[in-house]
Structures are given as structure tokens and as C-alpha cells.
């Protein structure tokens, strides 16, 4: 059974960088299946797709984020990453990571969730 | 990007009910169309991929429907465990896009 652990700090300044980390187990990030993702889900904008990276390294971003996301791959630590610049409170969310369906665009295992507030 | 709407916002129900919602997309998904199973304070849980394929372990009292841009998802005969909120999402076109979800309350 696939399972993912989100984890990082819960409260990030305003023009700071919010990093995240997810923990992969049961699975492995080296797989040439499956996209690894996040997405983050707040009350004022719902569930929002932020981008994902594929073992080659390759990633692919939400184009209303782009310039301020990265999200890339630790083959040797099983785990993948987020980092969020230049953040403000529109960026408070709850922060989801997320395994594809076998290179699909849907979601099929997905880490408990991390909150994130952005204040100072 | 594809927006994503669903009706109605909420719905009350009874155990037993026969339960339908409803996620319309802004332009045609060609069947990539996901629904997803959330409860408070938990993550979305797939149900229900390709319109209509029960993602597996999922109860077969849940199916799906649809084509183009209108989808439904039923649950034939609402369980207790079933009240939560159900969410679509289109998976054409990237970034994949989610509907605002459906709450299903207890009446």
C-alpha cells in the first residue's frame, strides 16, 4: 500500500519560501509509472492543482504559479519536494501530495494533508 | 483552463436515498472525468475514474455517467458512511481542474 507523509513548517512570513516535503512509502518516486504531485485545497479557492515531477526530472506546473513553484525529486531519500516563493496569504492552504494514476491526471493515493498559514 | 462546476452546493439526504449530482465542465473532457470522495479533516479519495470506472474497492452502489461536458455521479442507496463531499475534476487537459464540490448532508 502506497503511502505518502507530508511534512515542513505550518507557518510561513509573507515574501517567504514555503517547502514542503513528502515521504514516500510503499512506493518509489524511481517509478517510470506514475507522476508525483501536489495539491493544496483552501477554503477560498477549493482544490487547486500546483504541479508534478516524473523521475526523468521532468515537471510540469499550474501556469497561474509558475514562476514562483519547483517541485523536484530525491531518488535516495524516496521523497519529493515544494518550494513556493514570494508567498502571501492567498497561499495559506492545506497542502496535499499526491501519486498519479499510472501517468494519468488523476489522483489515486494521496498524503493526509499539511495546513499552511501565511502571516507574520 | 477547463472551469469546473457542480450542482447543487449541497444536498440533504436520508439513508436509503437514491442520490444524484451533477459537475458540468466548460468545455467538452472526452471522458476524463474524475469524482472524488472527501470527509472533514481528511483527504479526497477517488472513487470513480474515466466517467465511469469504480476506482477498485469502491461500493458498487456508487457509478457514474456522462459524456462531453455533463457528468453525474449516484449513489443508489445512500449509506451512513456516504455523507462527506464529492468532488469532480477533469483530467484532459492540464492543470487538471476541480469542481467546487457537492456537500450530501444527513436530512
Not at chain 1, 523536484?72 to 497561499?91: G, I, M
Not at chain 1, 489515486?108 to 507574520?120: E, I
Amino acid at each position: 500500500q502506497v503511502q505518502l507523509q507530508e511534512s515542513g513548517p505550518g507557518l510561513v512570513k509573507p515574501s517567504q519560501t514555503l517547502s514542503l516535503t513528502c515521504s514516500v512509502s510503499g512506493g518509489s518516486v524511481s517509478s517510470s509509472s506514475h507522476y508525483w504531485t501536489w495539491i493544496r485545497q483552501s477554503a477560498g479557492r477549493g482544490l487547486e492543482w500546483i504541479g508534478r515531477v516524473f523521475v526523468s526530472g521532468s515537471t510540469t506546473y499550474n501556469p497561474s504559479l509558475e514562476s514562483r513553484v519547483t517541485i523536484s525529486l530525491d531518488t535516495s531519500k524516496n521523497q519529493f519536494s515544494l518550494r513556493l516563493t514570494s508567498v502571501t496569504a492567498a497561499d495559506s492552504a492545506v497542502y496535499y501530495c499526491v501519486r498519479d494514476r499510472e501517468g494519468r491526471a488523476d489522483f489515486d493515493y494521496w498524503g493526509q494533508g499539511t495546513p499552511v498559514t501565511v502571516s507574520s | 483552463d477547463i472551469q469546473m462546476t457542480q450542482t447543487p452546493s449541497s444536498v440533504s439526504a436520508s439513508v436509503g436515498d437514491r442520490v444524484t449530482l451533477t459537475c458540468r465542465a466548460s468545455q467538452a473532457v472526452r471522458g476524463y472525468l474524475a469524482w472524488y470522495q472527501q470527509k472533514p479533516g481528511k483527504a479526497p479519495n477517488l472513487l470513480i475514474y474515466d466517467t465511469s470506472t469504480l476506482q477498485p474497492g469502491v461500493p458498487s452502489r456508487f457509478s457514474g455517467s456522462g459524456s462531453g461536458t455533463d457528468f453525474t455521479l449516484t449513489i443508489s442507496s445512500l449509506q451512513p458512511e456516504d455523507f462527506a463531499t464529492y468532488f469532480c475534476q477533469q483530467a484532459k487537459d492540464f492543470p487538471p481542474t476541480f469542481g467546487g464540490g457537492t456537500k450530501v448532508e444527513m436530512k
